[in-house]
């Protein structure tokens, strides 16, 4: 099985940064997603991740370490738009490649 | 990015109905398609894999005689509550994968929302 945890909720402040960790445990690691998802909205992609390190895009980044099983995903100038869940997603080198999803962290942005 | 379009967005029925949802990749063939459930304020729980042209393949504790999933084309999936009861009443999202990308991110419907009276 697969075991992916996450913080149920966080709390944040307009331009601030905040970093949503995540945890997991699978065989035959092959990837692993960060989604953003606004209530009553469908999941939208934010990264990958599937070897070691930190990809960075605008605001966002993501992290990554396989040997400790472990990534982030870090929100820069936070925006009250902001305010959504993350959902951290892992897939495995097996059948169909389906993603697992962890979670998730609600994350709220006040002013 | 890919699109996958889901209909109905929205669907009331009564206790004993069944309910079909559709799921369908507009700009790419998709020979695997996957169904979440999503209970409020929960994360996605994966239901199936859903296969063209053979069986869907149900995640442990997903009764597949309850939710009938069949793939009949390369861009078309539907999902099938059958005697739906109000414990059933969820939000069903389906997804999946562009053959051509480069992540093998994947790509979701605008979601389902089930209400059984």
């Known amino acids: 099985g697969q075991n992916i945890d996450q913080p149920t909720e966080m709390t944040a402040t307009e331009g601030a940064i905040v970093q949503i960790n995540c945890t997991y445990q699978?065989?035959?690691?092959?990837?692993l997603f960060w989604y953003q998802q606004h209530a009553g909205e469908a999941p939208t992609f934010l990264s990958y991740n599937v070897l070691d390190g930190l990809e960075e895009k605008g605001r966002f980044s993501s992290f990554l370490s396989r040997s400790k099983g472990y990534s982030y995903l870090l929100l820069k100038e936070l925006q009250m738009k902001d305010s959504a869940s993350y959902l951290c997603a892992v897939t495995r080198n097996t059948g169909f490649q389906k993603l697992v999803f962890g979670t998730g962290t609600r994350l709220l942005v006040s002013p | 990015g890919a699109v996958v379009s889901q209909h109905p967005s929205r669907v009331i029925c009564k206790s004993g109905t069944s309910v079909k949802i559709e799921c369908r990749s507009l700009?790419?063939?998709?020979?695997?398609m996957f169904w979440y459930r999503q209970f409020p304020k929960k994360s996605l729980m994966l239901m199936a894999t859903s296969n063209e042209g053979s069986k869907a393949t149900y995640e442990q504790g997903v009764e597949k005689d309850k939710f009938l999933i069949n793939h009949a084309s390369l861009t078309l999936s539907t999902l099938t509550v059958t005697s739906a009861h109000p414990e059933d009443s969820s939000f069903y999202i389906c997804?999946?994968?562009?053959?051509?990308?480069?992540?093998?991110?994947?790509?979701f419907g605008e979601g389902s929302r089930l209400t059984v009276l």
């Open positions: 700009d790419f063939q998709a020979t695997t």
């Open positions: 699978t065989s035959g690691f092959n990837g």
């Open positions: 997804s999946a994968r562009d053959p051509a990308g480069n992540t093998g991110e994947l790509f």
